[in-house]
C-alpha cells in the first residue's frame, strides 16, 4: 500500500514538473520575444537618425550653395561641400542598407549581429575620413572668410567657430548614442544566441 501511495505522489510530482516546465517555456518565449522587439526598437530609432542626418545633409547641399555664394567664398570651396555631403548622404545609406529592423523579430540573430558589426566598422571608417575631412575643410572655411576684408568677415569667422563647437558636439553626441546601442542590441543577441 505505501509502493502504491508513493507511486501515485510520484504520478502527481511527474505531472506538476510537466506543467511547470510548460510554463517555463512560455514564459522564456515571451522573454525572448520581447527582447527582440526592444532590439527591434532600437535598429529602427538608429535608422531614423541616419535619416535624420541624410536629410540634414540633403538640406545643406542647396544651402550651403546658397549661403556659400551669398558670403562670397570660392565656386570650389562650394563644390567640395556640396560633394561631401552627398557622399555623406551616400555612405549613411551604404552602412544602414543591410541591417533591417524586422530581421530582428524572426530572422537569424546570428546574421544580424554580423550585420550591426559591420555596420559599426562602416562608422569607425567613416569617422577616420571626416574628421580630417571637415578639419582641413574648416581650416579652409576660415581662410575663405578671413581673406575678406571688413567686420561682416569676423563675424562670419565667429559664427563659423561656433557652429563648428555645436556641430563637433552633436556628432559625438550621435556617434556615442549608435555606439551604445549598437552595443546594447549585441550583448542581448549573444545572450539570446548562447541559451
Given at each position: ?34 527582447m527582440r ?24 547641399i542647396p ?104 556641430g563637433g ?27
Amino acid at each position: 500500500m505505501e509502493k502504491d501511495i508513493n507511486i501515485e505522489e510520484f504520478e502527481t510530482m511527474k505531472k506538476q514538473l510537466e506543467v511547470l516546465k510548460d510554463k517555463l517555456d512560455k514564459e522564456t518565449i515571451i522573454n525572448e520575444q520581447l527582447m527582440r522587439k526592444a532590439m527591434k526598437e532600437k535598429v529602427s530609432k538608429l535608422h531614423k537618425d541616419a535619416i535624420i542626418i541624410c536629410c540634414v545633409a540633403l538640406f545643406g547641399i542647396p544651402y550651403c550653395t546658397w549661403a556659400f555664394s551669398f558670403m562670397h567664398l570660392s565656386v570650389l570651396f562650394m563644390v567640395m561641400t556640396d560633394i561631401f555631403l552627398a557622399v555623406a548622404i551616400i555612405y549613411s545609406y551604404i552602412t544602414h542598407k543591410g541591417l533591417k529592423a524586422n530581421d530582428l523579430l524572426d530572422g537569424n540573430l546570428i546574421e544580424v549581429s554580423h550585420k550591426i558589426i559591420k555596420m559599426r566598422r562602416l562608422e569607425s571608417l567613416w569617422l577616420r575620413f571626416s574628421i580630417p575631412f571637415i578639419t582641413i575643410w574648416f581650416a579652409w572655411f576660415i581662410y575663405e572668410v578671413v581673406k575678406q576684408s571688413g567686420d561682416e568677415a569676423i563675424s562670419m569667422a565667429i559664427g563659423g567657430v561656433v557652429g563648428g563647437i555645436i556641430g563637433g558636439t552633436i556628432g559625438v553626441s550621435k556617434y556615442r548614442k549608435s555606439r551604445k546601442k549598437t552595443n546594447e542590441i549585441l550583448l542581448q543577441i549573444e545572450e539570446l544566441t548562447s541559451k
